[in-house]
């Protein structure tokens, strides 16, 4: 599945690659948003700034490689984020955030933005964040897989999440070959991080997503220099969903009426206090009603 460039904040904003939701698969499990940027040299390319926007019916996931980023949301959290640690943000009915390079950080930013759709039991749930600055790893010879959200060979991540899900980071030595424990009940899929690793017997590189299905109870890794990739799963989400700008809904006039909370100000999505810049406005919405989807378009 290959990714499309985007802006984020504009034309001239950061960019990043959005793989899902793609063009034939939406969802992987409950995965339903995935941008992964960089390694940008933030001498060249400045660093990240997304203002203060809003979320709901959804968590964020935040996970890097290298570099910094600031999160600050409207419950009042400030949590400065680095490599190996996890940010995890419960929108339910309704947060708002920024995420920004501080002002002391490193040269390069590298990393990944998901989101995870809440089910209709919880997507009205609360807002709550989370972070996790030490994750529980599996290990197998050359391979290392930090657990980020879910459960890897008994190695279990302290993340709540609200569906049967898995997500991990899954970094291999030079000359490394390996196996990965998998539930047959899940699908998967990988994304390559640095490096040019097999897996099966697919040689992956930084940028597509691999969707490898279900009905696997492991899965085999190789590598001829270092690599690291991203491992999502999760048991098949079924609920169909209306994905628009930052909103996760079920239908058009939920959308709708979120939107108009944002642009009015509702006390729904909160402030983000000591942020230094504008909110970011709503785009238009659509001429035609938004429509429902299934994971597979």
């Not at 000359?175 to 990965?180: G, I, M, V």
Request: charged share 20%.
């Amino acid at each position: 599945m290959e990714g499309a460039p985007v802006a984020l904040g504009g034309p001239r904003g950061f960019e990043v690659t959005r793989t899902l939701p793609g063009k034939q698969r939406r969802t992987v499990g409950a995965w339903c948003f995935l941008d992964a940027y960089g390694p940008h040299d933030l001498d060249r390319t400045g660093g990240m700034r997304v203002g203060p926007h809003p979320h709901t019916g959804l968590q964020t996931v935040t996970w890097l490689v290298a570099g910094e980023v600031l999160h600050r949301d409207s419950l009042g959290n400030v949590q400065e984020i680095r490599p190996g640690q996890l940010n995890l943000m419960t929108a339910g009915r309704g947060i708002s955030h920024a995420e920004v390079t501080p002002e002391t950080h490193s040269r390069l930013l590298h990393g990944v933005q998901l989101w995870v759709a809440l089910p209709h039991a919880d997507r009205d749930m609360a807002p709550a964040f989370a972070h996790h600055a030490d994750l529980p790893v599996f290990a197998d010879g050359g391979l290392a897989a930090t657990v980020l959200i879910g459960d890897v060979g008994g190695v279990v991540s302290p993340a709540a999440c609200h569906t049967p899900l898995v997500g991990a980071e899954l970094t291999l030595r030079a000359n490394a070959a390996a196996s990965l424990p998998l539930r047959p009940d899940f699908e998967y899929a990988v994304l390559a991080l640095e490096g040019a690793p097999v897996v099966e017997d697919t040689a992956v590189k930084p940028g597509p997503l691999l969707y490898l299905g279900s009905d696997r109870t492991s899965l085999r890794l190789s590598t001829a220099s270092p690599a690291r990739l991203l491992l999502l799963g999760g048991e098949p989400f079924e609920e169909r969903l209306v994905m628009w700008w930052n909103f996760v809904g079920r239908e058009h006039d939920e959308i709708v009426q979120m939107r108009l909370d944002w642009e009015s100000q509702t006390p729904r999505f909160g402030s983000v206090p000591h942020y230094d810049g504008p909110r970011m406005p709503a785009p238009r919405m659509p001429l035609t009603r938004l429509v429902s989807r299934g994971r597979v378009r």
